[in-house]
């Protein structure tokens, strides 16, 4: 079981997240004009990484806070964790 | 019978208390302290089993975790329990147990036919012989080999027992407390670090109890009772015996298996049987040890061949002979140590050492003991069936490929030692990489990999001195980095035999002319010829050479056969031991009972139970229950005899003439609140949020960004900023999630809060054509008139004295009304409903009349929302916005979802006007069609429609919408009915929807 650290409430057990799924898919802006590719990419189409991952979890049996979570998916080494508005160099 | 292999003297046994117990129905005894194994040992008992292919007779092999053979069926406080290790299992009085794969007995086992049929099975005989014919695996095969093989038996009753999790967090965890376990947790726990030290055994020490070594002046077992007994005084650590770590998993989580009752004749009151801790440690110390190596001769595995360090253990520790004309057969100094300690107890054994002409402390004090040794001798094979009674032994060239002249000599036991195995088991898990390390022909840990550090015999260190030195060190370091503090331990003076190198010898060429068996793995029979057969057949890699002859697969993980198996392929494909590499190792290190993984979690404690505040009313009225998620709802309310069926009628007709009650508080409530809410409801839903004014509830449909429906609801304005969402039972937390989704990452400048009230909130439906003149009865000060609080209308008022909500919506379609109070008032609330509705001939109605009533109305439910239909299959797309963007409209253009014969929702009524149609059949156009025949949509939901009295269904119908008038079979393999339909229009009942406005 992972040990993620909440940036909000510090080192819980992974049984009280959920997963989000990739953090760096951004959805399209309401009312814009895109391409049905940009759509589908959105939707549909992501890279299933082997290493680093920036992805989304939430802190469900906590503080229902969506966060990002920098983990490497091979390894289940966590690098970093971030809250959900935090800008991430 | 008498216990004639019991030394008079000595061992850790308490002699004051004598055990009775059966083993396959016979009455023996032993002492408090012994296990099953030594208990019987000592009563001569050496045949406990079969093996697992041949059927060859089994005895004892180890002395512990690492022990392949001795697996029984454990009786115990009216229980049983398969495949328990005898030398494992500790004894109590009246402890019965059973040998295991052998039928009828144990000393006349008719499998044993196998073993002179052996030519047949040979390795991969599964995948070979039992191939054809292909009819025969499930007639023949597979009966027999169920029956000659496998294990114990698995009891099918009830476990009476209870079992445990715990969580646990620490500083250092350490596993093991031999040594390096107990110095590295003394200097730890000066430290003032929080250290948990596991031993998998009853006692702790480890070797420390078995070898003749002298800590400052201390004997080893002194020594190890010492600091144990200290570090059971801070208040810092938890020592606990009986306990195995077994996994080692992700971000340092070790998984730790406590038997906390195993040992006792029944589980104290209070107590769990056993406890599974899982343990997050800063950082994991491995100090499990080594295990001895088995040499590999011919018929190594008659029983009285045995571990040279297991024989010592039954000497030492429960002061019982394995017997008494041992040959001690070793290619390394260990062998000596137990070739001494049977001297010392007036045993004279016989050591044969394959090396040439080794020198070192410990054979000079068995040559001054007087103790015969053969150097440059093997033991080519073991001779008796059901207990070794000689050996043929032979001279070896230096080369260690040609034997001299075959001897045989007398003997009652073989104590094999082939030298140490480190068990790096956990570093692995971990994902430590490991490496061979050449000088004691094993692997040990490499680098670490999470926070893990493997020390003493674990890490390949065979001498205590070093071991003491490097774990105390460890100790202390670790600890230091946690906790700041730095106590200096210094090294007590250690007294210990120098050894020399082992051989590197491990396997005795058969002699010319001979064919014996030489096992690798006792507890799978595996031998050598197998290993050669797998590759002879090309088997290459050692993950497939393990999975074609099953090496090292058995319940004991290969903990004795690995390595020797490693050294076979590489000797055979002429490579190096580390280029074949090893398998994998995977938790868990021993096998754990399945009640100890399920722990509290069985029968009603699987699941959160959810009961509503009107639950214990329903169960005063007779309600039939039925799972909601995690919720139990009202099913319906039995009258007498009524069945199912007959209820929901009744309820349901009920609700059409007069008026029902229908407990709606597991409706997903969330309140939502901000002044840009409005903005964020037009966003989530497909219809317009933004002009819906203040005390009306409106419904809505949201979708997933890929277009599909996700869940439906009425949400009401209570007040500016201020609304009140519903949801559908199943979907409740995913769209709490799915909102706080929006709200925190795609649109985080709303300025919008959410938050779940669904138990805040107790709910009433109150439906049916009287149900206003119900209602004025309950808020005689309201004005409910339709103009006063009109269809889709909501006001808030008093219901004597308690708070209430009113919301005029309707899924029953009939005039109705949703009443909620606070959870606390809910039972006041209903018995309110049911007292006053009396002379309106209220009637409670449960799911099943819910079901009908929305049914035959053509409301969705999840049975249509079911994760597969967009807004238009469900003719919900008068509700989709053209003027505004919303979550998955962009999806809606796609290709599929705009076809002209999309599926769409329709009624469907049998010809007879008689036959139920199951949910789930399939809609076809020719019930005779040859197969496949195409299916056209299919019956989503079925009810007896209490307006018409006849059957009716819902269905999602390819081209539904030209398909009304249209006569249709529907089929149901399941039930094998073939039932002619018409199609009709999904709005049964009231397709004007005057009812709900009335």
Redesign the interface.
């Given at each position: 079981m992972l040990h993620i650290k909440c940036p909000h409430c510090g080192m819980r057990s992974q049984n009280e997240f959920s997963y989000g799924g990739d953090a760096s898919v951004k959805r399209p802006e309401l009312n814009k004009e895109i391409t049905d590719e940009e759509w589908d990419n959105f939707v549909y189409n992501r890279k299933s990484l082997r290493g680093k991952h920036l992805e989304l979890w939430q802190h469900l049996s906590g503080c229902r806070q969506w966060i990002k979570v920098e983990r490497d998916t091979a390894t289940h080494e966590i690098f970093n964790t971030y809250k959900a508005e935090e800008e991430i160099s | 019978m008498s216990q004639t292999y019991r030394l008079e003297n000595g061992g850790l046994i308490n002699r004051y208390k004598k055990l009775s117990f059966k083993f396959n129905g016979k009455t023996y005894y032993g002492y408090e302290g012994d296990t099953l194994a030594s208990a019987l040992i000592a009563n001569g008992v050496h045949l406990v089993g079969r093996s697992f292919k041949y059927h060859r007779p089994r005895g004892f092999f180890g002395a512990g975790v690492d022990e392949p053979y001795a697996m029984v069926q454990l009786y115990r406080n009216d229980e049983t329990e398969p495949n328990v290790k005898a030398t494992e299992q500790e004894l109590f009085e009246g402890l019965e147990a059973k040998s295991v794969n052998c039928w009828p007995s144990v000393n006349f086992d008719i499998g044993a036919i196998n073993n002179f049929l052996k030519i047949f099975l040979p390795a991969g005989f599964y995948y070979k012989t039992f191939m054809w014919p292909k009819s025969f695996w499930y007639r023949v095969y597979e009966p027999f080999i169920r029956k000659a093989a496998g294990l114990g038996v698995v009891s099918t009753k009830h476990d009476k027992e209870r079992y445990e999790h715990k969580?646990e967090y620490c500083d250092l965890l350490i596993a093991g407390s031999g040594p390096s376990g107990l110095a590295s947790a003394y200097a730890a726990a000066k430290n003032s670090a929080r250290v948990i030290l596991a031993e998998d055994k009853p006692r702790f020490g480890g070797s420390l109890l078995t070898s003749d070594v002298n800590i400052g002046n201390q004997s080893g077992e002194d020594w190890a009772n010492r600091i144990i007994s200290e570090l059971k005084q801070m208040p810092n650590v938890v020592v606990k015996n009986r306990s195995q770590i077994f996994g080692y998993?992700?971000?340092?989580?070790l998984v730790m298996s406590e038997k906390v009752s195993d040992h006792l004749p029944k589980t104290k009151k209070y107590h769990p049987k056993q406890r599974l801790w899982?343990i997050?440690a800063k950082e994991v110390l491995i100090s499990s040890g080594s295990i001895e190596r088995p040499l590999v001769f011919g018929n190594n595995d008659t029983p009285g061949v045995m571990l040279s360090s297991a024989a010592k253990e039954y000497l030492k520790v429960y002061g019982v002979l394995v017997g008494k004309n041992p040959l001690v057969f070793t290619n390394n100094d260990s062998g000596y140590e137990t070739a001494i300690e049977f001297k010392k107890n007036g045993i004279n054994p016989i050591i044969l050492d394959s090396r040439v002409n080794p020198k070192s402390e410990i054979i000079d004090e068995a040559v001054n003991l007087g103790i015969k040794i053969k150097f440059s001798y093997v033991v080519v094979a073991a001779q008796g069936y059901k207990k070794v009674s000689s050996a043929d032994i032979s001279k070896i060239s230096d080369d260690k490929k040609k034997l001299g002249t075959i001897e045989n000599i007398k003997c009652d036991c073989i104590c094999v030692s082939g030298f140490w195995t480190p068990t790096i088991h956990l570093a692995s898990q971990s994902?430590n990489k490991t490496k061979f390390k050449e000088e004691i022909d094993a692997f040990v840990p490499g680098t670490s990999k999470q926070n893990e550090t493997t020390l003493g015999a674990a890490n390949g260190v065979f001498t205590l001195e070093e071991t003491l030195k490097s774990s105390f060190m460890a100790g202390q370091d670790l600890s230091k980095k946690i906790t700041n503090n730095d106590n200096k331990i210094s090294l007590p003076n250690v007294v210990e035999k120098k050894s020399s190198r082992h051989d590197k010898f491990w396997c005795v060429p058969l002699p010319e002319g001979k064919n014996y068996k030489r096992f690798l793995d006792f507890q799978n029979d595996v031998s050598v010829s197998d290993i050669e057969i797998a590759l002879k057949e090309g088997y290459r890699s050692i993950e497939h050479v393990k999975r074609y002859t099953t090496l090292g697969m058995a319940t004991d993980q290969g903990k004795t056969s690995n390595l020797n198996g490693l050294q076979l392929v590489s000797d055979i494909e002429n490579k190096v031991v580390p280029a074949v590499g090893h398998t994998t190792f995977r938790p868990p290190y021993t096998p754990i009972s399945i009640g100890a993984i399920v722990g509290r979690e069985v029968g009603k404690h699987s699941k959160p139970t959810r009961k509503t505040p009107m639950h214990s009313w329903h169960e005063n009225n007779n309600a039939v229950f039925v799972d909601a998620g995690v919720w139990l709802r009202p099913r319906y309310y039995k009258q007498g005899k009524e069945t199912l069926f007959e209820a929901s009628k009744r309820e349901a007709k009920n609700v059409r003439t007069n008026v029902g009650v229908c407990d709606v508080t597991t409706l997903g409530k969330i309140d939502i609140k901000g002044p840009d809410a409005a903005e964020f409801l037009n966003?989530v839903y497909t219809n317009a949020w933004l002009k819906l004014p203040v005390g009306k509830a409106r419904y809505g449909v949201m979708l997933r960004?890929?277009g599909i429906v996700m869940d439906d609801g009425t949400t009401t304005r209570i007040s500016e900023n201020h609304y009140h969402m519903t949801t559908t039972t199943a979907q409740a937390a995913n769209v709490l999630?799915h909102l706080?989704?929006y709200l925190?990452?795609?649109w985080?400048n709303l300025n919008v809060n959410v938050v779940s009230t669904t138990e805040q909130w107790a709910g009433a439906a109150i439906a049916g054509p009287k149900s206003r003149k119900l209602l004025k009865k309950l808020f005689p000060n309201n004005d409910v008139s339709n103009e006063g609080l009109p269809f889709m209308g909501y006001i808030e008022s008093d219901l004597f004295g308690v708070k209430a909500r009113i919301f005029r919506i309707s899924f029953s379609g009939e005039l109705a009304y949703e009443v909620n109070v606070e959870s606390d008032n809910g039972n006041f609330m209903w018995e309110k409903i049911i007292e006053l509705g009396q002379e309106f001939e209220v009637q409670p109605y449960g799911t099943e009349a819910l079901s009908t009533l929305r049914i035959e109305m053509g409301h969705v439910a999840g049975s249509e929302l079911d994760g597969r239909t967009i807004s238009y299959d469900t003719s919900l797309e008068g509700l989709i916005s053209k003027k505004?963007?919303f979550i998955g409209k962009?999806?809606l253009n796609r290709e599929a979802f705009t076809s002209s014969d999309r599926q769409k929702i329709v009624g469907v009524v049998p010809l007879d006007k008689k036959t139920s149609i199951p949910e789930g059949s399939h809609l076809v156009k020719d019930a005779k069609a040859t197969l496949p025949n195409k299916k056209l949509g299919h019956i989503s939901a079925s009810c007896w429609s209490v307006e018409y009295d006849n059957p009716f269904s819902l269905a999602i119908l390819k081209d539904g919408k030209n398909m009304i008038g249209e006569k249709l079979f529907v089929m149901s393999p399941l039930k094998n009915k073939v039932i002619p339909v018409e199609i009709v229009s999904s709005h049964y009942v009231d397709p004007k929807g005057e009812r709900v406005r009335s």
């Open positions: - | 969580y998993y992700d971000h340092n989580m899982y997050r994902g966003r960004e890929d999630s706080e989704y925190q990452l795609v985080p505004k963007d962009r999806s």
